[in-house]
Each structure stands twice: as structure tokens, then as C-alpha cells.
């Protein structure tokens, strides 16, 4: 190094401690050659260089990183060489001026570039941008420097660019363009969609992976940056933008000079550009933190925003409380930075430089909400009866013509909308009708065929709303219905989204219950069991564990046992054996799924495929369209509150299949299979609960409950969900005896590849809940964790952790860093882990952890314990420790194939892109069995980086205790 000014280096007016005014530093008249790079400052003020000469500097001639505090560098009347007479065609300066990031302000004056052309092996270029290692290296910049009176000697190669927005130059007196078609200067920057046709591509800012184009002076850009965004489900997406020239795509990035974990780009002045998030277009509820660079008076941009119902608060530019006025259009000079419209499903919003006399930036905090409740205001509280329990003696058919005048509307036809008023109790028999929008604010009852007709069903409709005064039954508790029934719930992506009632948002393909909703099917018995045998590829039956009371024609679903999560199977029920253990299947087995129990000593460990019974005789459906798998976008129900009251909902024995809406996991707005939200107590007033009910195909958590207390979750099937299982949060839930296969890691479904995307989600996952009881659930093919849960506290007496098996997953249980439950000590008990590809169990945490009873058997790593804090470093001591007893871990089972079951065989996107999960196993098909306590000072910051790492200082003290009983 020539000349380097480490760290930072702000020279300001007096040099005191608390002065705030700059004055350049000035280096004048050096000289500096054949280094590897000439000068660099790394955090630099207002730095000039004046009258350098520099050559042959291989990695830059000057490089700086950062502009600090808004200040004003620059470089002027310096000779920049390449290479030079004394330099072989193997060695020159690669680059001569890598530009800094950030500010706005970097000017380089009257200098000259030499011999910026190749040479032999030698490609050097006049202008780069930096990367700073740590802070941010790729997809980073956006920033503007300002150049004039340039000279340029054997020099055409004069910009390099690495990717979109990585910077702009402005060219104020076209010296540097230098082709003459921009005598009067011009606006050097990258090759976009959106870029006007008034801008040139030019070979000579073309030299990396992006182009580059020259605009004329009148085209101004903006650098825009966001961050914060909610929902957080758009975390990891491309952010799409569009205006009339075209579109340009920004992808989702951790590390940023500005807004990190967010999006960067460039977007040019006085258009009207739209932003859209890659596979996320439908949505009700949007904020994000965001800034616009460089405005001046006469500046403006008009962004639009894709918002599907009309806004109840909107805020554009303060930090808290509502901003911008609501217009009709947006007149330059007339209207204020901030202001909005709202137009259909977009709303715009204005940013203006108007009565700007220089350029400053432009901070957005905005905020497009759907409240909660009507005009924001909660409601009081609101009672209820207790549950009925049949139908009353005075009731009204669906089917007689009197009915409907007796209620005062028409007979319904395909596509009416049809409300039940309140104080009617009307009875469906055999109805099958399509409807646009069915509102229930007195009680709608379909009946079987004990009633009358054969007990069939089919209702289509696009909104089902049950009021705080209604009621919807099919079947009772008591007297489950055997028909046939079937709601299907009909809407694409772009639909428009229902509002009205307060509430929650509803959205579109939707049912939603302010009030009862009493749903419960034919008993199925045993709702799943597990192999009696091990089935080969080729098998046509197979045999169950127990006998079961299953109809011939019904779906099935057998769960893998390998290491590959995908390998579970559907299949149709042709016929039963007498004893009802034999199953014989429409189509062959295409898979080993082991059914075989392990004996070690007097331990009998149990590792078979779990069989699930997929049908039941009422369905809830989402209609199937031609994108529907690509937009991920299902039917959804919820049972919530709002100004009517507070709902309840019993299912049992219910399919929901093609249900769920990606994208929309926030609990203020659950878009899920079925969500439970804000009921607060259920109890014998509000009795809400799901058993042996069955989840297919969701595009969502199958199950959510947030704000609600005392559910019960029993014997439930749920088979290919995404995002997550069940989302548990609340208190005294009770998941017992549920089977759940293969949890889709949202950021590889579909051919989706979103590498900064670090979620590690469970098929049962329970981050905010207390109180939890887990007892006999199966967890099996999770592309990410089985069990993503807090522990229970160590000093809670009687444990409600027991006889939970995982397995055929990335993680069967376990806990990252950046999961922070509030807790001292935990403990995880009863759990049977086997063929989980990282690890049977991970815990990474800042508190004590105590394992017992745990079964785990050919997991990648057995048990890996991290326990972070206090700091060493500040001299902080904690009583930490890790205790794992009454434990069998085996290494390898007898069922472990060494060919087939090398991991190394497997290798999809979900594999690929969670590589710093991977652990450290001595070889491919080498197990390790527990990994004592890591007690280290701080996180190692698990997901975002490699689990197994340690980043700091190891604590003062930590206890791995390895115990029998």
C-alpha cells in the first residue's frame, strides 16, 4: 500500500472532539507505484487527493470504501496509469479508481487515465465500484459520483459493472464519455428495463456481467432502499419494479450499506413505477422503511403499490401517527411529498423535491393497513349462549319456495347471493348449487340421509361468512353426519378480497366464522397407524400394526423412513383383508418404507412408516385453477372476532384439501388451512377444537392458532403442507397424537431458489405458546425441523413432553440461535428420533438445556448443544449447563444400507441451499453420536450462519453432565 488512512478519517474544521463542520484534508504531490494498491482510505471524510500520479499499483491505483457523515471527497488533477514503459503484458493495475459507497458526493476533476486498454493478459479499467468484506460485497451500491474534465489517453475501457444499480456516474461535461455523442454530457449507469430509450448502451461501460448505458443529463436517477418489511413472508423475494419502459428485478439481500435485509436499486426520475414482490402479489396489509436519494425542486417519483382492499390507514413519510393526504392526483407543485391516492387494488403515493434548494434523500415509513376492527376501535367483549346441541323443532327448508318468502328474498339460483337472516334455522337437503357469497347470521344446517334424500352435498361459492349471531352445522357431535358433503371455496390469486364486519383481514377463496361452525363427519376409527413389515419397491399391499375401519377407495399416504423427505407416496385402498390389516393399493409401492422394530438389550425401538388415512365424508376445498400450484394460493378458513362477537368452531373428521394462502403468515392476518385467532379461553361457552380431521396439499400451515387458549389438536393427518405444520401460540394447547409428513420449505418449492432465505420452520412449531402439552405425535419428512419448539421449564414438575417420534428430516428437534424463548433452563423429553439428515437434536440457545429420554437412532449428529452467554469478554459468569440422561443413541441401525443410504445420493434445492446446517460428520454415511455442551460467550448466529461454527470467546464456565437415570 502507497498511502492507506485506516480507519476513519473525517477531518473536520478545528479538529475538536465535538466539532461537526467539515474541512477538507488535502494530500498533494505524491507519487506511488508498483504496489498493490496505490492509496485507499477505508472511512473516509472530506478527503481530497490533488495532483497524484499512480501507476502500476496492481490491485487499484485507489480504492476507496466508505463516505462517512455526509461529507464531500474527491480526487482532482491526478495522472491514473495503468500500466506503464517498465511493465510486462502480465502485471498492470487492474482497475484505477474504485469508487466508494455511499454519500452521493464523490467528484472526481480534471484527471487523466493512460493506457486503459488490454494488454497482453492484462484487462484494466478506469472506473470500478468497491466491495467492503463484512459489510457488504455483492448486489450492493446504487450510489451517485460526479466527473468533469477528464482526459483520456489509449483508454476505452472505462466502466466496469458487476450487477444492477451497482452505481451511476454523471459525466457533467461529457469529457469522460468522450465519443461525442454526448457533447453536453451525460449520465452514465447500468442497462435496465426501466431505464427511458433516450439511454445508449456504449461498449465501453460494458466490460463485466451487466451493461452499461449513457442517458442524456436531463435523465435523473433515484438510488431507492427498503427494509423492515411486513409481511415477512416477502423477506427473501425478488422485488420486481416496473414502469412504462419495462421492468427491472432487485433481489432480497442480508447485507447492505443501507436498509440490510432488504432491496436496492435504481429507478429514474418522474415516472410512475410500480413495485411488486416476486410471487407475492395479492396482498392486504404492506409496510416497509425505505429511502429515496437525491431530490431537488423539481423532482418527483410516483410509486405504486399493489393493495388489494382499500386501506383503513395509510402513512407515507412520518414515523408514527398517519402522513400524505388522500388525492385524487398527484400535480407537481401542488401536491406534498407524502400525499396518496388510492385507485382499485393499487394505491400510489408521491415523493416530491419540491422547494428543494440542493439535493437531500427522502426517507418513506410506509404503512397501507386493513385495521383489525371497524374505523380501528376494538369492541366490548361480547357473551354467548352455550352451544346448541341439535336442531330446534321449528325449522325451514332450503328446498321449499316458502321458505324464501318467508325469509323475503329469491329462491337461489347459481351465482346469488344468499344471506340467512337471524332467527331462521334453515335445513339444506341434498343442495348441490354454486353461489357467489353465502352470509350466515342466523343458523344453515345440511343434513344426511336420516333426515331425508340420499345425504349429498356440493356447495361452490367464492365468500362463506358466519356472523356473530349464526351458526353452521353439518353433523352434530353427538350425531356425526354420514352423507357426502363438499364446500368448495372458488378464487385466484388476483381476486378481489371481501371486506366489511371489521375483523381481521378475510381476503378472497374464503370462510370465515365470527360465529359456530359445528362441522363433524363419519367416525374413521384409527385415523393412522404405522407398517406391520417392511415394503419393497414393486409391492402392491401392505400390512398395518392394527386393524382399521377404512373404506375401499379411500386415500392413503405412507410416510418415508429414509433420509430423502420426498419419499412419501399416495396411494387408492382396492380392497381389505378380513382382518383389516391388509391393505391392497391401486398403484405399486416406488420406495422402501421399513417397518421393523430394533432390539437393543431390553429396549424395543420402533422405526416404521406411518400409514395415514387422507379421506373423510366432509370436505372443505379450495377449487383447483391452472396456476394454483404456482401462485400457491388455496382456500382458507378462520375462526376469529370481530364487532359481531367472538366464534367457536368443533371439526372433526373433516378433509381440507388445496387450502391455504402462501405469503400471508403474520398473525394479524393467518391465511391458513384453518386458523384459530383471537378467541382468547375455549371452554364449554366456546368450544373449539380439530380431531381426526385431515389436511391436503396445503399451501400454508394446515393449522394456526394465535390469541387462543386450551385447543385441542388430536389425531389429525396433515400431509404436504408449506411453510410450516401447525403454528401453535397461546397457552394449555394440547397436540396429541397427530401425524404430520412432509413440510415444504417454502424458499425451494416450486422451483423457487432463495438463498438468503433462512427459515427453519417445524411440521410442528411452537416458538410463543406456554403450557404445552405434546404427547404421541408423529413427525416425519420436514425439509427444514419436525419439532421447532421451546422446551419445557426444568422445574415444571410432570412433563407434557412424551412418546413423540421424528424422523426423515433435516432437524427431528431443534432450536436456533435466533429463536429466543424467554427462558432460564429447558427441558426436552420423550422423544424417538431417527434418520434425520443434520441432526436428531439442535439446540442453540442462551439458556440450560436438560435431554432425557431420548431415543436416537442413525441422526447425522445425535444431540449438538450450544449454550451462548454471558460475555466472557465483559467478564460475565452464568451457571450453565447441559444435561442429557436416561439416553440411547445408536450410530447405525440394522437397517442402515451403506449404498442406498449415503447422503451424498441426495441432492435437491432444499439440500443445496441449506448447506451451513450441514453436519459435521467424519465421512459420508458416518454418524456422530452427541456432541458435548459448546459454552460460548455469544451466538453464533444459526441460520444465517453455519451451525456449527463458534464466533466467539468460550464462556467462563459450562457443565456437560452425562447421566443413566
Known amino acids: 500500500m502507497g498511502l492507506w488512512l485506516f480507519q476513519k478519517y473525517t477531518p473536520k474544521k478545528t479538529g475538536a472532539c465535538g466539532s461537526t463542520e467539515d474541512e477538507p484534508a488535502v494530500f498533494r504531490n505524491s507519487t506511488f507505484w508498483n504496489c498493490d494498491k496505490g492509496a485507499e482510505w477505508v472511512e473516509g471524510g472530506s478527503i481530497v487527493f490533488d495532483r497524484f500520479v499512480l501507476a502500476d499499483n496492481t490491485a487499484a491505483n485507489f480504492e476507496g470504501k466508505l463516505i462517512k457523515d455526509g461529507s464531500k471527497p474527491m480526487i482532482s488533477n491526478s495522472i491514473f496509469i495503468a500500466y506503464s514503459t517498465t511493465t510486462d503484458t502480465n502485471s498492470c493495475s487492474s482497475h484505477s479508481v474504485v469508487l466508494p459507497y455511499n454519500g452521493h458526493r464523490m467528484e472526481l476533476k480534471g484527471n487523466t487515465f493512460i493506457n486503459h486498454v488490454t494488454y497482453g493478459s492484462c484487462e484494466p479499467v478506469c472506473i470500478v465500484f468497491t466491495s467492503v468484506q463484512g459489510t457488504c460485497s455483492i448486489e450492493c451500491g446504487g450510489f ?7 482526459v483520456l489517453i489509449n483508454s476505452p475501457n472505462r466502466v466496469k459493472y458487476r450487477w444492477l444499480a451497482e452505481g451511476y456516474i454523471v459525466d457533467s461535461d461529457g469529457t469522460f464519455i468522450s465519443d461525442g455523442s454526448f457533447p453536453n454530457g451525460g449520465v452514465i449507469v447500468t442497462t435496465a428495463g426501466t431505464n427511458p430509450p433516450s439511454c445508449v448502451h456504449k461498449d465501453s461501460f460494458s466490460l463485466g456481467p451487466v451493461n452499461g448505458s449513457v442517458c442524456p443529463l436531463s435523465v435523473t436517477f433515484h438510488r431507492f432502499a427498503l427494509n423492515n418489511i411486513v409481511p415477512t413472508s416477502i423477506m427473501y423475494k425478488s422485488l420486481i419494479i416496473r414502469n412504462m419502459y419495462g421492468e427491472a428485478i432487485y433481489p432480497y439481500m442480508k447485507k447492505r450499506v443501507t436498509h440490510p435485509r432488504g432491496w436496492m436499486g435504481l429507478v429514474p426520475d418522474g415516472l410512475e413505477t410500480e413495485f411488486e414482490f416476486e410471487n407475492a402479489g395479492h396482498l392486504t396489509n404492506i409496510s416497509y422503511t425505505a429511502r429515496f436519494d437525491q431530490f431537488k425542486n423539481g423532482d418527483s417519483l410516483t410509486i405504486v403499490q399493489s393493495v388489494n382492499t382499500v386501506p383503513d390507514f395509510v402513512n407515507v413519510v412520518s414515523s408514527g401517527g398517519s402522513s400524505g393526504v388522500n388525492v385524487t392526483s398527484f400535480v407537481q407543485g401542488v401536491h406534498s411529498n407524502g400525499d396518496w391516492m388510492y385507485n382499485g387494488d393499487k394505491l400510489k403515493y408521491y415523493i416530491s423535491g419540491d422547494d428543494l434548494d440542493e439535493r437531500i434523500d427522502r426517507p418513506v415509513n410506509f404503512q397501507a393497513l386493513r385495521c383489525y376492527y371497524e374505523k380501528c376501535i376494538p369492541p366490548p367483549a361480547v357473551g354467548t349462549d352455550p352451544p346448541v346441541t341439535s336442531r330446534p323443532n321449528r325449522y325451514l327448508l332450503w328446498n321449499d319456495t316458502n321458505t324464501w318468502s318467508d325469509i323475503g328474498a329469491a329462491v337461489p339460483t347459481e351465482g346469488s347471493n344468499v344471506t340467512i337472516p337471524i332467527d331462521f334455522w334453515v335445513v339444506a337437503v341434498d343442495l348441490h348449487i354454486s353461489l357467489d357469497v353465502l352470509t350466515i347470521e342466523g343458523s344453515l344446517e345440511f343434513v344426511d340421509q336420516s333426515f331425508s334424500g340420499s345425504g349429498t352435498h356440493s ?37 378481489a378480497e371481501f371486506g366489511g364486519r371489521g375483523g381481521p383481514p378475510k381476503g378472497a377463496k374464503s370462510f370465515v366464522s365470527w360465529g359456530a361452525v359445528e362441522m363433524h363427519g363419519q367416525d374413521v376409527g384409527v385415523p393412522w397407524t404405522t407398517l406391520a413389515s417392511t415394503v419393497n419397491p414393486g409391492a402392491t399391499s401392505i400390512t398395518l400394526s392394527e386393524s382399521v ?16 423427505m420426498w419419499e412419501s407416496e399416495t396411494f387408492r385402498i382396492t380392497s381389505i383383508s378380513t382382518d383389516r390389516k391388509t391393505l391392497n393399493l391401486n398403484a405399486s409401492i416406488q420406495y422402501v418404507h421399513s417397518g421393523i422394530t430394533e432390539n437393543i438389550g431390553d429396549l424395543n425401538i420402533a422405526m416404521s412408516a406411518e400409514v395415514g388415512l387422507l379421506t373423510r365424508n366432509i370436505k372443505i376445498c379450495g377449487e383447483r385453477y391452472s396456476d394454483q400450484d404456482k401462485q400457491a394460493f388455496g382456500g382458507r378458513v378462520l375462526i376469529g372476532t370481530n364487532d359481531d362477537g367472538t366464534g367457536y368452531g368443533r371439526f372433526s373428521n373433516v378433509q381440507f384439501c388445496y387450502m391455504g394462502q402462501d405469503g400471508f403468515n403474520e398473525e394479524y392476518d393467518p391465511r391458513w388451512s384453518l386458523a384459530f385467532l383471537d378467541l382468547g379461553e375455549v371452554n364449554d361457552l366456546r368450544p373449539s377444537s380439530v380431531t381426526k380431521c385431515s389436511f391436503v396439499n396445503s399451501y400454508s400451515p394446515a393449522i394456526g392458532v394465535s390469541g387462543t387458549n386450551s385447543l385441542l389438536l388430536k389425531d389429525n393427518v396433515i400431509y404436504r403442507i408449506l411453510y410450516a405444520g401447525m403454528v401453535i401460540s397461546g397457552a394449555d394447547i394440547q397436540v396429541v397424537n397427530n401425524l404430520l409428513i412432509l413440510l415444504q420449505w417454502e424458499g425451494a ?27 404421541g405425535n408423529h413427525a416425519a419428512g420436514a425439509e427444514r425441523i419436525a419439532y421447532h419448539i421451546v422446551g419445557e421449564d426444568c422445574h415444571a414438575g410432570v412433563t407434557q413432553f412424551r412418546e413423540n417420534v421424528a424422523h426423515s428430516s433435516l432437524i427431528g428437534v431443534g432450536l436456533v440461535a435466533q429463536d429466543r424463548p424467554r427462558k432460564d433452563c429447558m427441558q426436552f423429553s420423550g422423544f424417538t ?29 445425535g444431540v449438538f448443544p450450544i449454550i451462548y452467554g454471558p460475555s466472557a469478554t465483559r467478564h460475565e ?13 445408536v450410530g447405525r441401525s440394522s437397517i442402515f444400507d451403506c449404498a442406498r443410504d449415503r447422503k451424498s445420493n441426495l441432492i435437491n434445492d432444499n439440500i443445496r441451499l441449506s448447506g451451513q446446517g450441514r453436519a459435521n460428520q467424519v465421512d459420508d454415511g458416518a454418524n456422530i453420536a452427541l456432541v458435548f455442551g459448546t459454552f460460548s460467550s455469544g451466538s453464533n448466529m444459526s441460520p444465517e450462519k453455519p451451525f456449527a461454527n463458534i464466533m466467539s470467546y468460550q464462556a467462563l464456565f459450562g457443565e456437560t453432565i452425562v447421566e443413566a437415570g
Open 833 to 861: 428420533i431417527y434418520r434425520c439428515f443434520d441432526y436428531g437434536v439442535y439446540l442453540n440457545q442462551p439458556a440450560s438445556l436438560i435431554i432425557s429420554d431420548l431415543i436416537s437412532v442413525d441422526n447425522g449428529v
Open 459 to 495: 356447495v361452490s361459492l367464492r365468500h362463506l361468512e358466519v356472523a356473530g349471531s349464526g351458526r353452521l352445522v353439518v353433523g352434530w357431535e353427538n350425531s356425526p353426519f354420514t352423507g357426502e358433503f363438499e364446500l368448495i371455496l372458488r378464487g385466484a390469486h388476483n381476486s
Open 877 to 889: 459468569y452464568g451457571d450453565r449447563s447441559f444435561k442429557i440422561s436416561n439416553s440411547t443413541i
Open 749 to 775: 418449492y416450486l422451483n423457487r431458489s432463495e438463498p438468503f432465505n433462512v427459515r427453519y420452520n417445524g411440521l410442528v412449531d411452537s416458538l410463543l405458546s406456554t403450557n404445552l402439552t405434546l404427547v
Open 549 to 564: 375401519a377404512w373404506d375401499i377407495g379411500s386415500e392413503i399416504v405412507v410416510a418415508p423412513t429414509s433420509y430423502d
Open 144 to 150: 451517485k459520483t460526479t466527473i468533469s474534465e477528464t
